[in-house]
């Protein structure tokens, strides 16, 4: 009976690391990887920075199950056309029909800006596929989505915010295979003198 009660209990105790670990017993729980820079993430997810780009931040998370990359910044009007035209998305934009305030803060509240999905007005969404050739996928679009395969690795999903009058506002997000063994090494503060 104690034997029972014991293992129960092990049982128990070792459900609840398995929790605590993040699904794997002995995983680290999610942390943001230093040293990421704008440029960096622009890279891994095949898009560049343009030169006129503002308030550029890019950000790296590592966890068990997946990585998630982020990056932002804001252009004009017309700088953000011509952006999608040399990334133009995989399918017609796509408006939300409300915002969604429920969602709570985690990836872009990092730079101290609201996830995109809580935004409405002047919001559109949908994937762009970096070096992605545009051919047909192998299933029909029923939905309309267009002739990209978005689960393809290249693609990325990509929020575009007018937030002002000529004034946009860019995220990107996309997901990786956890373990990318190319981050950056954080910069070292120099030792004092002694």
Known sequence: MIAAVLVAT????????????????????????????????????????????????????????FDTGLLTFTLSEAEAEAYFEKYPPS???LTPTAAQPDTPPSDFARFGLPEPETLKDGMRYGYVCPGAAAEPTASPDPFGMGSYDVSDDKCVRAYVHEYAPDRTRLYFRTHFEPGVDSLPTPLSTPSPAR
């Open 10 to 65: 092990g049982v128990v105790v070792g459900a609840g690391s398995l929790v605590k670990g993040g699904g794997r017993a002995g995983v680290e729980e999610a942390r943001w990887a230093e040293g990421i820079t704008p440029v960096w993430m622009g890279e891994h997810m095949g898009l560049d920075v343009p030169a006129g780009a503002r308030s550029a931040r890019a950000a790296y998370k590592v966890t068990s199950r």
């Open 91 to 93: 399918a017609r934009w």
